[in-house]
Nanobody, 118 residues
């Protein structure tokens, strides 16, 4: 069983910064793509492939930076210049997960709340 454990959410004022982390547990050998999605609609915020190539929503380009540590199967989202419209639940996603003798097409975290006040 693979689980994604998220941390780093919280409250911040506009213009401030937060850093989200998401670590995969359960003898995870490799993960093809890791990313962060926002709200119940699961809109993409940012994603990063195993080779380091990234993809960002237009609304966060230049403000958010996604990175990953393949050895730790962990993905990070550095959120700078926060805006009130960044408020929401952020969900970690891992796609193409190999763990033990199993392959998982997709795994989701439980979500972490980010609140940005003006």
């Amino acid at each position: 069983q693979v689980q994604l454990v998220e941390s780093g959410g919280g409250s911040e004022q506009a213009g401030g910064s937060l850093r989200l982390s998401c670590a995969a547990s359960g003898s995870t050998a490799s993960i093809k793509v890791m990313g962060w999605y926002r709200q119940a609609q699961r809109d993409l915020v940012a994603s990063i492939n195993k080779d380091g190539s990234t993809n960002y929503a237009d609304s966060v380009k230049g403000r958010f930076t996604i990175s990953r540590d393949n050895a730790k199967n962990t993905v990070y989202l550095q959120m700078n210049s926060l805006k009130p419209e960044d408020t929401g639940a952020y969900y970690c996603n891992a796609a193409g997960v190999v763990a033990g003798a199993k392959w998982y097409p997709e795994v989701w975290g439980q979500g972490t709340l980010v609140t940005v006040s003006s």
